[in-house]
């Protein structure tokens, strides 16, 4: 190759990444919560349904996490359309029977008639898994555990956590009441 030839492509190469790197790079700008499948009320409802799962206490909890969000981002990216389906009309569902159950939809409801919904709800989940069958609830609340425990503040305060580990060690022991581990 002949020296003209290769200050060509190195020009070439130069000017596309300076013209197309804010192309290149767009991969990688934060996420930000899709408005496509999920209306701001129904990060809010998510959040609010995380938040009754996994309330703040001496950590913070899931709405301090922003578990609503994470959980639009990873249904609206992750899911595939009947996974997508399953989960929005899950959401729908819960409103209607909540407002069956306590009269109010669940957002205007009290955090202890929340509580007690979102248990009679994981009763029934158990009960439909143990037959065999689907509730949306399990899928409800797989998200929200898996979104707040790969939070910073979910992996960080909720859980032990270690970011440089050191020796390995095959098996810890555990104590009651101790925070788990982030492995």
Partial sequence: MDRRTLLRSIAI??????????????GCKSPQ????LFSTQDVS?????????LPAT????????????????MVEDCYNPDQQNAF?????SLEAQCLKST???FLAAQPADRETFLIAQDQEAKKALAEGGFHYFTMIKQLVLFSYFTTEIGATQGLR?????GRYE??????????????
């Avoid at 409802?45 to 799962?53: G, V, Y």
């Avoid at 001496?58 to 981002?73: E, T």
């Avoid at 956590?161 to 580990?165: A, D, G, I, L, M």
């Avoid at 095959?170 to 492995?183: D, F, M, Q, S």
């Fill in 103 to 105: 009269g109010k939809s």
């Fill in 58 to 73: 001496d950590i913070p909890g899931a709405k301090a996490a922003g578990v609503g969000s994470f959980m639009a981002l």
């Fill in 170 to 183: 095959g098996c810890i022991p555990y104590v009651k009441g101790e925070k788990a581990w982030a492995l």
């Fill in 13 to 26: 190469i130069t000017g596309a990444t300076v013209v197309g790197g804010e192309w290149l790079l767009s």
């Fill in 45 to 53: 409802l998510m959040d609010e349904i995380a938040e009754t799962i």
């Fill in 161 to 165: 956590y270690v970011s440089v580990p």
């Fill in 88 to 92: 929005t009309e899950g959401l729908t």
């Fill in 33 to 36: 919560a899709k408005t496509g």
